[in-house]
Every structure is written in C-alpha cells, then in structure tokens.
C-alpha cells in the first residue's frame, strides 16, 4: 500500500520559513516525480511545485516562484519544500502527490495517483 506521509507545517510568521517533508512508502520513491499542492479555505486545490525523478527539472507555480524550493532524496525516499519568505496568502494545507504519469502534466491536480493527508500551513501577518 502506497502511503505518504507530509510533516513539517506549523505556524510562523510573515517573513518566516518552514520546510516540509514527504516520506513515501509502498511504492518505488525514485520512479515517480513528485509534487507538491495546496488548498487554502474556501479555494480549489494549486499547485505549488514538482521535481522530476532524477530531481534533473523543477517546476514551482507562478506565487511561489523564488520563495519555494523543492528537492528530493532519493534514498531517504522524502521529498522536501523549503519554503521562505512566507506571506499570509500562503496559509493552506499543503499536500504532496507522486505517481503522476507524465511530466508534462506535472502541474495538474488529476495526473497523480497517490496523496498525502496534508500538512496546516498558517502564516500569520
């Protein structure tokens, strides 16, 4: 069974950075790109950010770009989220996601396969 596990979320204030992890279990960690959403109260579910298997490509979404960094390690089978420069707009809960079919699709919510129960983000002003 295919499990992933986030932690690391918390409350911090504006200005501040977190980093989130993302332990994989069931399944092989380096054959899957893995990404990282979010949903903040009352919104759709967004992307935040993907690395490839080989961690040889990156991708974040447009109001994360410069603040969130991404990595993996692959013999640890974790994925991180380094996120910096926190702003209340970015209180959510933060999901991460592996199994997606192609990197192409790396961005949309549906072309992944297993989930997270999520991580509380709360970034107070």
């Known amino acids: 069974q295919v499990q992933l596990v986030e932690s690391g979320g918390g409350l911090v204030q504006a200005g501040g950075s977190l980093r989130l992890s993302c332990a994989v279990s069931?399944?092989?960690?380096?054959?899957?790109?893995m990404g990282w959403f979010r949903q903040a109260p009352g919104k759709e579910r967004e992307f935040v950010a993907a690395?490839?298997?080989?961690?040889?490509?990156?991708a974040y979404g447009d109001s994360v770009t410069g603040r969130f960094f991404i990595s993996r390690d692959n013999g640890k089978k974790t994925a991180y989220l380094q996120m910096n420069s926190l702003k209340p707009e970015d209180t959510a809960v933060y999901y991460c996601?592996?199994?997606?079919?192609?990197?192409?699709?790396?961005?949309?919510?549906?072309?992944?396969?297993?989930w997270g129960r999520g991580t509380q983000v709360t970034v107070s002003s």
């Open positions: 690395i490839m298997r080989s961690a040889s490509s990156t």
């Open positions: 996601a592996a199994g997606i079919r192609s990197w192409a699709m790396r961005s949309t919510e549906r072309s992944y396969s297993n």
């Open positions: 069931g399944r092989t960690f380096s054959d899957t790109a």
